[in-house]
């Protein structure tokens, strides 16, 4: 299964989650965060690296650039360091939808459904973020590897009401139903 992830979502709000906080050069981190997840995308693995490390020494305190490299960790097999980022992310935007959404995500794919749960909740908290929808579509698949089927349909239901469009929660209702 497929988690909505992509930490290219998380730079809608990446000027809010870090605007009281001292920056170097906050517009620089946002693109080379920006290039260090499209070249993760093309399989670039090592530009990516070196864009990721630019971005946190061009504004060691975003939380979306801590975000996009604990992805990278990630995707890269360093599990422990790339959960190190994601929390550094959330401490330095405690409310932030997107890093809540991510770290969920990541604890899902850990196996951890309960915490992930918690942290898919709590970004619904953030009436800035946007994403609900995603927010509800990897809870509901993150209770399908929990087997927790009702709770999967309730998930992709309200996933469903916030964005009607969305084919994976459509998909995946119609094989619980």
Sequence with gaps: MSYKILPLLILGLAIGCSAHLPEKNPTA?????QLGLAYLEQGNVQRSKNKLLLALEQNSRSSVAWGAMGYYLETTGHLEMAETYYKKAIQLS?????????????????GDYQAAEQYFMMALKDVTY???AEVY????????EAKEYSKAKQYFSKALIEDPNRITALMELRKIE
């Design 137 to 144: 579509e990897n809870a509901a698949l993150c209770a399908l």
């Design 94 to 110: 405690p409310k932030s939808g997107p890093a809540l959404n991510n770290y969920g995500a990541f604890l899902c794919r850990k």
């Design 130 to 132: 946007t994403k609900f």
């Design 29 to 33: 981190a946002l693109t080379n965060v």
